[in-house]
């Protein structure tokens, strides 16, 4: 791609709300994951007692484990979410810069 056409696509306004909805919703999730995350150390910080709860009478599994598994599963769901929606949203758009572009 020569640089005139870079330049076309930076300055199409198209271009300039997709970059702007991507950083937002960039902003969402890393908030998102921070707050899951560091609630969880937090716990683990302030209420270690609360995560050592049995889930069972046998008290091998505690209310932890699943909550630390629920923590990496909400990061693939996090990427999930943000994939679905560049796929639908960011890729349509794309196609139609490029073009406008005549690239």
């Known amino acids: 791609m020569d640089i005139a056409t870079a ?3 930076r300055e199409n306004p198209k271009f300039q709300v997709m970059v702007a909805r991507k950083e937002r919703m960039g902003r969402r999730l890393t908030c ?3 707050v899951v995350y560091f609630g969880f150390i937090l716990t683990i910080a302030f209420a270690p007692h609360w995560l050592a709860v ?11 484990i699943p ?3 629920a ?3 909400s990061a693939f769901a996090a990427t999930g979410v943000y994939v ?3 796929n639908t949203h960011f890729d349509e758009i794309t196609r139609e810069i490029l073009k406008e572009a005549g690239h």
Not at 54 to 64: D, F, K, N, R, Y
């Open 7 to 9: 330049h076309k696509i």
């Open 32 to 34: 998102f994951m921070l």
């Open 54 to 64: 049995p889930l069972s009478e046998t008290g091998v599994l505690t209310i932890g």
């Open 67 to 69: 909550l630390g598994i």
């Open 71 to 73: 923590i990496i599963l």
């Open 84 to 86: 679905y929606w560049a």
